[in-house]
């Protein structure tokens, strides 16, 4: 991480909100699909709510890396499990959680393209002003930028954020005031304290060792 920045949790209420959001916008569109592919692994919940408030049936995934945990960046977007399911001739739309530079939408769609869809657009729920690759339906525009944590994601990124400031070890308390003095990171307590319980019990298991 070259440098610091500030994050915050997103929470599931809000998830499921903006989502619900989103689904309004797409629903007032022009355009009616059916089949969903979610951006693996951060997309797969808006894109079964969006499954269940647009009532469309299909949903499918690929899986594309380009972020490890905690923002560490690769240098470009990789499909790493591409689509296997028979989209030819169907109207398509793809999500993710969130477009930070929009390098993952547009492989995605590069990807997908091939496969001969009638109608492909994207949907994300939160787009950051710094993409260059826009989503044709975002719930929310962010003006400044902001590491957002997924529901899905709180463990992976709060504990990679502790290891990279050599700081897992660390108690609670230190670990609370750390992120919250290098991350602006507003975490509960006890939430934190489960995430550690949860790693010192993973790794210090017999099985933890085992390939």
Aim: proline share 3%.
């Amino acid at each position: 991480m070259d440098k610091d920045f500030s994050a915050r949790i997103v929470s599931l209420q809000e998830v499921y909100q903006t989502t619900h959001s989103l689904a309004k916008k797409i629903s007032l569109s022009s355009y009616n699909f059916n089949h969903i592919v979610a951006i693996a692994r951060g997309g797969m919940l808006p894109a079964r709510l969006l499954c269940d408030f647009l009532n469309i049936k299909r949903l499918s995934s690929i899986q594309i890396k380009h972020y490890e945990s905690g923002a560490a960046k690769l240098e470009k977007a990789e499909v790493i499990d591409p689509i296997q399911s028979n989209i030819k001739s169907k109207k398509v739309l793809v999500v993710d959680d969130v477009n930070d530079t929009g390098k993952t939408l547009r492989t995605a769609v590069t990807h997908i393209e091939p496969f001969e869809p009638s109608l492909l657009k994207t949907a994300v729920l939160h787009e950051k002003s710094e993409t260059i690759f826009e989503a044709d339906y975002t719930a929310k525009k962010l003006p400044e930028w902001k590491w957002l944590i997924y529901q899905w994601a709180v463990s992976e990124d709060i504990l990679h954020f502790l290891e990279d400031g050599n700081m897992l070890e660390a108690d609670e308390k230190q670990a609370h005031r750390y992120l919250s003095d290098k991350y602006d990171l507003e975490i509960n307590h006890q939430l934190l304290v489960k995430i550690l319980q949860l790693q010192d019990n993973y790794f210090s298991s017999p099985q933890a060792a085992k390939p």
